[in-house]
Every structure is written in structure tokens, then in C-alpha cells.
């Protein structure tokens, strides 16, 4: 069975477990990259495993493991033990959380060199618990969120749990980033200026780690994601 399943020109994503979140189960999803070099961005690595590996290592070799915020970690040792050549980047924050990681760089508004003929990002900055980077793939038009879009369906959460997540803001579609967490936007004008980034790049696809992807009308799906911005 393939894990990696195309998502345009040299764009892959996969399907990882789902795990445990404050007893809330949210499933994973990476992407993977293909740069102009032939190296490959592996971006919020799932759990790595043989088949997964084998997938990988058929598109090239791995040179740049990327944490897009600061609770996109889980996986990011077991793939730099794998991968001890490739280089590890942090969203802000995360290095004081994983003190057992020796992190390259950390990510910020501008892309690194290595990608920055094929990859765009942006720092949603503006709360104060949390800035993540959400990337734009340029030549498939697909723009990649962590946390800032949760996409669920209405009958992945159960019991009281479905009740919570609704409220929470995360039952899609469009979904969004989970209530709590807007809150904590104190400087939303900073954020603003990263979403007017973000649909300046006119998106056609969304993909996010938690949810349903968009495959298409990705601009006024990510817009009415953010209508809170506006608010």
C-alpha cells in the first residue's frame, strides 16, 4: 500500500497515527517536498516506520526536517536519528521545550536559502503562547498550516467530545484555529499582515495536520478560515 500520496508537482503527503491530545484523538499528516536540488523538505514528520522510509528514500535524500510550531515535535528525533545528515529547524519556542534536540536554525518570516526558490513562508505571529510558520509551495500553489486550520469532519469527534470541538471552532469545513488559541491573539494586527501574506500567494490547495484537506478554492477556503481575524 503507497503512504506517500502525490499532491502535485513534487508535493507528497502521508497519513501518520493518530494520537493523543488532552484526550482528544487528532490524527497526523506530513508533507514532502521535492526542492530544485533534488533534496527533500519533510515537513511535521508522523512516525517513521520501514514502508515509510522505503517511500521516502525513492524520492531522494532527506536534507531539512521542519517543525511548523512549537507542538509539532513528536516525531522530529526519531527522523534526525534516521536522517543524521539532514537539518533540523525549529518554529520560535520550540528549542527551550526540546532541550534533547540540536536544532539548525530557527524558522522565521523569510525562507531558509536551501528552499527559497520553491518554498515561501510566513510567521502568523500576534499571541503570545504560540507563532507558527505556514508555508507556500509555489509550484503546485498549495499552502501548508499546522494548528491555525483544523479541518474536522462533524463525526470524527464523539459523546462530549463532538460538542467541545464544535464549539472550539474546529468542525469544518472551513474549520480554524481552535478558539482557545485565538484568544490569545493580543496583537492581531501582526496576524493580519501574515494572512494578507498568505492570500496575496492565492492559494489554490490547503493541506493542514488535522482535518480535511482542500483541494481546490484553497484562497476563500483559508479566508473564511480566518473571518475571526476580522472580528
Excluded at 132 to 161: C, M, P, Q, Y
Excluded at 198 to 216: S, T, W
Aim: hydrophobic fraction near 45%; aromatic fraction near 12%.
Amino acid at each position: 500500500m503507497t503512504i506517500l500520496l502525490p499532491f502535485g508537482s513534487d508535493i507528497w503527503i502521508a497519513e501518520g497515527p493518530v494520537v493523543d491530545f488532552y484526550s482528544f484523538p487528532y490524527p497526523t499528516r506530513m508533507a514532502v517536498i521535492r526542492l530544485r536540488d533534488g533534496t527533500l523538505f519533510v515537513w511535521s514528520p508522523i512516525a517513521l516506520n520501514d514502508a515509510l522510509r522505503a517511500e521516502v528514500d525513492a524520492l531522494g535524500p532527506v536534507a531539512h526536517l521542519v517543525s511548523p510550531n512549537a507542538i509539532h515535535h513528536l516525531f522530529l528525533g526519531e527522523w534526525k536519528d534516521a536522517y543524521p545528515l539532514a537539518r533540523l529547524y525549529a518554529s520560535p519556542g520550540l528549542p527551550k521545550r526540546r532541550r534533547d534536540l540540536r536544532f539548525d536554525a530557527v524558522l522565521g518570516d523569510a525562507p531558509e536559502p536551501a528552499w527559497a526558490d520553491d518554498i515561501d513562508q510566513v510567521a502568523m505571529r500576534g499571541s503570545f503562547i504560540m507563532t507558527e510558520i505556514v508555508f507556500l509551495h509555489r509550484a503546485s500553489r498549495t499552502v501548508i498550516f499546522a494548528d491555525l486550520i483544523e479541518n474536522f469532519r462533524s463525526d470524527w469527534f464523539k459523546g462530549w467530545r463532538a460538542v467541545v470541538t464544535r464549539m472550539d471552532g474546529i468542525i469544518g469545513p472551513p474549520g480554524g484555529a481552535p478558539r482557545e488559541w485565538r484568544a490569545t491573539f493580543w496583537r492581531r494586527d501582526q496576524a493580519r499582515r501574515a494572512l494578507e501574506r498568505i492570500l496575496a500567494f492565492a492559494p489554490r490547495q490547503v493541506v493542514m495536520a488535522h482535518g480535511e484537506i482542500a483541494r481546490e478554492n484553497g484562497t476563500e477556503f483559508v479566508r473564511k478560515a480566518f473571518r475571526w481575524l476580522s472580528r
